[in-house]
């Protein structure tokens, strides 16, 4: 499973792509808004990201309510770097713009997935990824695990190509928010997580290895000290 940043903060990009397992990052006009960004600076926000990710596949939202407009905006930010992945909302104005844009060779990533057949749909439409949301379901008390689950199957059952400009549609595991949920979006084979950057570092961390580490440093600070 590969591992995506969810975020527009380039501090936190740029720390998690030193890690080397970083494999791209994903973006929302919520995540632009908390940089403090302003709606003219967000296409050279989305380049800078895209530059700093050395080719590492980076979704840009579009905030367009029309297929036009989406089409429009999607070829606009798919223009600024081969990198960047428009991403759109799945609903019947999006799935329209998904499959233009699709035809036209621009990768989308179909977003707020909550069940099967939205999944299905986004990817026969042309999407490249399909992000179903986990986080959102727990709000709600249900299993997003369980939902997860449910897309990581079905769309695995398909081959896809024709579809779009690389004949493949991942699932990005979605709004998970603790490293039990990547955890399960691993066994259960999803393609890749995408998580803030606070989760990242907890799956970085375990209590054991923690402890672990401070036994090494405080042995080998009384191996130094006896010298």
């Known amino acids: 499973m590969k591992f995506f940043i969810d975020t527009a903060d380039l501090g936190q990009i740029e720390t998690a792509y030193s890690w080397g397992c ?4 994903t973006t929302n006009p919520t995540l632009y808004a908390r940089t403090g960004g302003s709606l003219a600076d967000f296409e050279a926000h989305m380049l800078r990201i895209a530059e700093l990710c050395d080719g590492l596949p980076v979704s840009a939202e579009s905030t367009a309510a029309t297929a036009d407009a989406m089409v429009e905006e999607g070829l606009r930010l798919a223009s600024l770097a081969p990198n960047i992945v428009v991403k759109l ?3 019947a104005e999006g799935l329209s713009a998904c499959r233009r844009l699709a035809d036209q060779g621009v990768r989308v990533n179909m977003t707020l997935i909550f069940s099967v057949p939205q999944a299905l749909m986004a990817a026969n439409a042309g999407a490249r990824y399909v992000s179903p949301f986990v986080g959102r379901f727990d709000d709600i008390a249900e299993s997003g695990v ?4 449910d897309v990581v199957a079905a769309v695995s059952n398909y081959d ?6 690389d004949g493949v549609c991942e699932v990005i595991s979605a709004s998970l928010r603790t490293p039990e949920h990547v955890a399960q979006a691993g066994l259960m084979g999803a393609d890749i997580a995408t998580v803030p950057f606070a989760t990242l570092e907890r799956c970085l961390h375990h209590p054991l290895t923690d402890a672990g580490l401070a036994a090494f440093e ?3 600070a009384k191996v130094s000290a006896a010298e």
């Open 22 to 25: 970083l494999a791209g990052v």
């Open 89 to 91: 909302p799945v609903c």
């Open 146 to 149: 369980d939902r997860l689950a």
């Open 160 to 165: 896809w190509s024709g579809k779009n400009v």
């Open 218 to 220: 405080a042995d080998w």
